[in-house]
């Protein structure tokens, strides 16, 4: 248990479905993270939201939208996703200032259908 | 952005046996932390190391910022060491951007 948490830790979704992704930390960090790792790749950075504010989109196609109500939670609403989406989408969380440690959830592994 | 290189790509070892992995990385550097990533997907940190030399049972881990690469120390591995080890670095900006990793794998 790192302290952040992510919900589901499944899903399978058709292409015309909208679904959303959930993450929750419980460490006091004020910067949280979307990472997408596929098969046989290194995790690429998506989103990065530094106190609410989204402070990073790394080229993200818009059928992946970010979400941060507050700095403990953060969601990725999906829709009309590919094939080629299906991935682990883990979420990390990290202090911002001197100590910057990051801490991931389990991960969801999703698959489109 | 940074370029991060892990070697070696991959590495069977038998139980007992000793390794190091490195990372390279092509700039400079706020922090950098090990990662290992277990087969249900968990990344559990090992290090948060931007500089010097950390220990925590049998691991251990070494940055020279300066020289820009970090190293990883097994030693008498087990099979439960098996797994993908990240290494990453973050160059500010809360970018922590991952190696492509070395995957491990120990034999009883």
């Known amino acids: 248990e790192t302290g952040v948490t992510q919900t589901p830790r499944h899903l399978v979704m058709g292409m015309t479905n909208k679904k959303s992704l959930k993450c929750e930390q419980h460490?006091?960090?004020?910067?949280m993270y979307w990472y997408k790792q596929s098969a046989k790749k290194p995790l690429e950075l998506m989103f990065v939201y530094n106190f609410k504010e989204q402070t990073e989109n790394n080229s993200v196609p818009s059928r992946f939208s970010p979400e941060c109500p507050n700095s403990s939670h953060l969601f990725l609403h999906l829709h009309t996703l590919q094939p080629e989406d299906s991935a682990l989408y883990l979420c990390?969380?990290?202090?911002?200032?001197?100590?910057?440690?990051?801490?991931f959830g389990q991960g969801t592994r999703l698959t489109v259908v | 952005g940074i370029q991060v290189e892990q070697s070696p790509p991959d590495l069977i070892l038998q139980e007992g046996a000793n390794s190091t992995l490195r990372c390279n990385f092509s700039d400079s550097v706020n922090n950098l932390q090990w990662f290992h990533q277990n087969p249900w997907g968990q990344l559990i940190n090992l290090f948060y190391?931007?500089?010097g030399t950390k220990q925590n049972g049998r691991l251990s881990a070494t940055t020279v910022a300066t020289e820009r690469y970090s190293l990883l120390y097994i030693s008498s591995s087990q099979t439960t060491d098996s797994g993908v080890y990240f290494c990453?670095?973050?160059?500010?900006?809360?970018?922590?951007?991952f190696g492509a990793g070395t995957r491990l794998f120990v034999k009883a």
């Open positions: 190391i931007p500089s």
């Open positions: 990453a670095p973050d160059t500010g900006g809360f970018k922590t951007i």
């Open positions: 990390a969380s990290s202090r911002i200032g001197q100590n910057t440690e990051a801490f």
């Open positions: 460490l006091g960090h004020n910067a």
